[in-house]
Structure formats: structure tokens, C-alpha cells
């Protein structure tokens, strides 16, 4: 019984120390400057999207294929239908901190986005990758905690 115990102790702690080891938090002065206005500029054309209704396309030399084809009319439509229901309208964006996925490369930017009600606190995750291109656009709820 102890074995079993002190196993399942061992791999929750294996699964923590797997996030430090794969994803390495970046200083504030470690971030590039540039990237990071980059990915706020991004970021904020998004979401800002939901209070225009007026979706500007991604340019190949911001984003991936991949994004750039995720990043449709219909889909944003549905998105910010969704927010503006249940969040109101988009406030803005505050840049919270970077992480460096060691393996990949890419740099993980977390933004707190900030809409018209007060419960309404949402993650912006947004992902840059090895070319200096937009890889990713996540929404989440809010944690303090960075969970990959």
C-alpha cells in the first residue's frame, strides 16, 4: 500500500517538474521587444474583431498557413457572438509574461484580455514560432498559473 502511495507521489511530481523542464519562463528584459509588439498588435486586431465585426486578414509575413486558414469570418462570427454574450465587449490586452518551449523554440506570449464584465477575465496564449510567425492563438480562461 505504501508503494502504491509513494509511486503516484512520484509522478505527480515527475508531471510538475515536466512543465519547468520542457517551458522556461522568460525575464521581462529577456522578451524581444519587437516580437512582443508584434504579438500584442496581433493580439489586439483579433479580438477587436468582436467590437467592429470587421475581421482584418492575417498577412503571411505576421502568421502560419495554418492560422491564417483557421482565422475565418465564419469561425471569428461565432467567436465573438459567443464573447460578447458572455463577456461583453473587448477592453484590451495586458502582456503577462513569456515562456520558451526548449524544444520547439517557440515563444509562448500570455496576455490577460480584458472585456466589459467584471467576471470576464480571458487568457490570449499566443504562440511565435522559430520564423518569427504567428503559430498559434489560444483563448482560455484566466489562471495565474501557466498551464501548457
Not at 474583431?49 to 498577412?59: A, D, G, M, Q
Not at 477592453?91 to 515562456?99: I, P, R
Request: charged residues 25%; positive net charge; aromatic residues 8%.
Amino acid at each position: 500500500m505504501v508503494t502504491v502511495f509513494l509511486l503516484v507521489a512520484c509522478n505527480a511530481a515527475q508531471d510538475k517538474n515536466s512543465v519547468s523542464r520542457l517551458y522556461k519562463k522568460l525575464d521581462i528584459e529577456a522578451v524581444d521587444a519587437t516580437q512582443k509588439q508584434k504579438t500584442t498588435a496581433l493580439g489586439q486586431q483579433i479580438l477587436s474583431t468582436c467590437n467592429t465585426s470587421y475581421l482584418k486578414p492575417l498577412s503571411p509575413k505576421d502568421a502560419t498557413q495554418k492560422v491564417i486558414k483557421n482565422m475565418t469570418v465564419k469561425r471569428m462570427t461565432q467567436t465573438c457572438l459567443k464573447y460578447r454574450t458572455q463577456y461583453g465587449n473587448f477592453k484590451g490586452l495586458t502582456f503577462v509574461e513569456a515562456y520558451k518551449n526548449r524544444k520547439t523554440d517557440e515563444i509562448v506570449y500570455r496576455y490577460q484580455a480584458k472585456f466589459d464584465k467584471k467576471n470576464a477575465l480571458k487568457e490570449l496564449r499566443m504562440v511565435i514560432n522559430k520564423q518569427n510567425l504567428l503559430a498559434s492563438v489560444q483563448s482560455k480562461d484566466w489562471h495565474n498559473a501557466f498551464v501548457p
